[in-house]
């Protein structure tokens, strides 16, 4: 069946970019996401690509797709102490249908 | 975005009872809410899609009989989970599915079973 992994920790400095990786194994993967979650929250979607896309940037955010090795990747530029949380890839055929989540990466962020 | 409760936050029951967890879109009406179920360090798994007004879809390996799910309403959803045994002990997640496909996630709700 699919399947989706991730590293489950990250430690970085504040300031200092982090880069949490992911990956999938179902091809016809259309849909990938990145959500936050933070402690008592729900899981807040911070962005999400297409897979004819290879990269999506929003402000400190940015998303890279290697398709062919489906491997995606969320870089978070200038991590600041409000970034530390879990977060999690997932992957969908269909927009918000039938997600498969990885098991989180927590981002722990130093001062 | 719009906003998905949760209630209870956590909970703590005794081994053979019943517990309810509800999940409510508060600003937004879905006709479409999911339950997902959480281990220690491991992935979302979904455990059922609730329709309003109808039966849920369970998927495979999840007893229907052992989670109860109930859609009374466009803003409400219910999971039950009854006879509740040490093993149910989780992190229970509900999504509601505004306009667009896009899944709003509740805060989530932490049983114990003693």
């Known amino acids: 069946g699919e399947d989706v992994e991730q590293s489950l920790f990250l430690s970085v400095r504040e300031g200092d970019s982090s880069v949490i990786n992911c990956t999938y194994t179902?091809?016809?993967?259309?849909?990938l996401y990145w959500y936050k979650q933070e402690p008592g929250a729900g899981l807040q979607l911070l962005t999400y690509i297409f897979s004819n896309m290879d990269m999506k940037q929003d402000q400190r955010l940015t998303v890279l797709l290697n398709k062919k090795d489906k491997h995606l990747s969320l870089r978070i530029a200038d991590t600041q102490t409000g970034d530390s949380a879990i977060y999690f890839c997932?992957?969908?055929?269909?927009?918000?249908?039938?997600?498969?989540f990885g098991p989180g990466t927590r981002l722990s962020v130093l001062p | 975005g719009a906003v998905v409760s949760q209630h209870p936050s956590r909970v703590i029951c005794k081994s053979g009872t019943s517990v309810k967890i509800e999940c409510r879109s508060l600003d937004f009406q879905a006709t479409t809410m999911f339950w997902y179920r959480q281990f220690p360090k491991q992935s979302l798994m979904l455990m059922a899609t609730?329709?309003?007004?109808?039966?849920?879809?369970?998927e495979q390996g999840v007893e229907k009989d052992k989670f109860l799910i109930n859609h009374a309403s466009l803003t409400l959803s219910t999971l039950t989970v009854t006879s509740a045994h040490p093993e149910d002990s989780s992190f229970y997640i509900c999504?509601?599915?505004?306009?667009?496909?896009?899944?709003?996630f509740g805060p989530g709700t932490r049983l114990t079973v003693l």
């Open positions: 999504s509601a599915r505004g306009r667009d496909n896009e899944q709003f």
């Open positions: 609730s329709n309003e007004g109808s039966k849920a879809t369970y």
């Open positions: 997932a992957e969908s055929v269909n927009y918000g249908q039938n997600f498969v």
């Open positions: 179902d091809s016809s993967s259309t849909y």
